[in-house]
């Protein structure tokens, strides 16, 4: 549902131009598109759920006896009815969208099933697809502006700062299965060491876009993704227990919802007008 919700509100705010809200909302082809995506990312969580399952018996012991509840047989079924329906309804747009959705298909599996075991290609990999069910959009309106391509940078990198944070909080699980993560294979200094890093560039990046490009109200919600970003990395540098991890994971996941619903403030004089459309209903 954030996925689907992301991806219509960067399509109105930052990707579809001169286009108006309505067209957007009922444009056939876009629904289709996002529908697709939202089935396609569901079914990869259900194999990622299928290949991690000795992992989270380590990890996360109580999602694993609710995961019981459901077998491994149904589990299977559902993933590729998921991901055929997938296909048609990509069939419906266009020859292009069918090669897009069976490579992501492809790429989900082959991630869940081995890349995710490896450093660094296995976090490249992850954040990659995380931000394909925006490219498919980014591609469909062919906006190739730069704006964009900071908007996707700054995404990308919350992402990958994301993807190692969990393999700070899934590290016993990760190294009693020989899991190569960067924490298993490099340490957990040196892990922290490189979302530092990271956590330079995501906050050098999102100046760089309040500084060069017009995001309208916006701005408030990099100001305040670096706040946060800001405490993150004092609160990695205190962190030692799972729970101190997923608190910062959380923490990032709360940097993603409100960036989401941030877009709305990009145009804000549109959202202004719909609210006053709404009163004067009312």
Known sequence: MFIVLAQYLSSIYILSKNT?????VLDKFLFVLVLATALVVAAGYIINNFYDTEKDLINRPKKSML???VSQN????????????TVILASYVSFKA??????????????SHKLKKYPFI???VASSLAIAPFFIVFVYYKNFETVVFFHGVFLALIISIREITKDLENIKG?????????PVAYGVKITKQIISVLLVFTIATSVLITALFRVGMMYWYFYLANVLLLFFLLMLWWSSKKSDYILLHNLLKLVLVVGAFSIL???????LNKF???MNVL
Not at 20 to 24: C, L, R, Y
Not at 98 to 111: A, E, P, R
């Open 20 to 24: 108006s809200p309505k067209e957007v």
């Open 67 to 69: 995961d019981r509840l």
């Open 74 to 85: 149904t589990k299977l079924s559902v993933y590729f009815v998921l991901n055929i329906v």
């Open 98 to 111: 069918v090669l897009f959705f069976s490579s992501y298909i492809f790429m989900i599996w082959f991630y």
């Open 122 to 124: 296995g976090n490249l």
């Open 174 to 182: 990760d190294l009693t299965l020989n899991y190569q993560t960067i």
């Open 265 to 271: 403030l990009i145009k804000p004089n549109i959202l």
């Open 276 to 278: 006053q459309e709404l």
